[in-house]
């Protein structure tokens, strides 16, 4: 969340927070630009700060091939603004004044269709002695089939898919059980704690990156 006005950026990421989201504040171009990594998945970005602008931030990414999706949050309203924030690489456009719930929906939309990873589904995936299997929803480990119910199955696939990059609570609970499912962030770390127990020597690829959620850690096992 890109934005100098502090109260804008307090209501969206309280809302934001309360849906599952782990939200970073900056409040300048420069201090976003310092900030942003690969392990964010979006930026909600600003248009008139001092200094950077909105439009410039959002060209400095593109020029560095950084791909994350962009939501344009802004008082400037004009056709010739919004087509210069998807020119420079926008994703999506919303003028102030906003609606929170508005907000919320096009991050949710936005996030789902980029559906977090970059390339194509693998039908299949390994790594050493695991071997997941997409289309058959077969996990093996050594050459022996590992039982896991539907939900552990659909978590270790989207991981193995989104990996090396992290998922949080909210993307992996959007992703398996949908948005209109309510269901706790703890589900996922009970899943988690099923899934680790049931590959074995592997359980230790899954890593809880502490603050923002879980990714698989391809070094774990050596």
Known sequence: MV???????????????KEGFIVDVANSGEEAEEKVTDVHQLV??????????????????RKKENYIP?????????????????????????VKPFSVKEVLARVKALLKRAKLVSTPAETKWSY?????????????????EVSLTKKEFEILSLMSQASPNVLTRAEILGSVWGENEYVLDRTVDVHITRLRKKLGEYASIIVNRSGFGYYLNLDAKE
């Open 128 to 144: 050493k002695g695991l071997e997941i299997d997409i289309p058959t929803n077969r996990v093996t480990v050594d050459g022996e």
């Open 70 to 94: 962009i939501i344009f949050l802004t008082a400037k309203n004009t056709e010739n603004d919004v087509l210069t924030g998807f020119s420079l690489g926008g994703d999506d456009y919303i």
């Open 3 to 17: 934005d100098a006005e502090k109260d804008i950026c307090e209501i969206l990421q309280f809302n934001l927070e």
């Open 44 to 61: 909600i970005l600003d248009v008139m700060m001092e200094g950077i602008s909105g439009f410039k931030l959002a060209e400095k990414l």
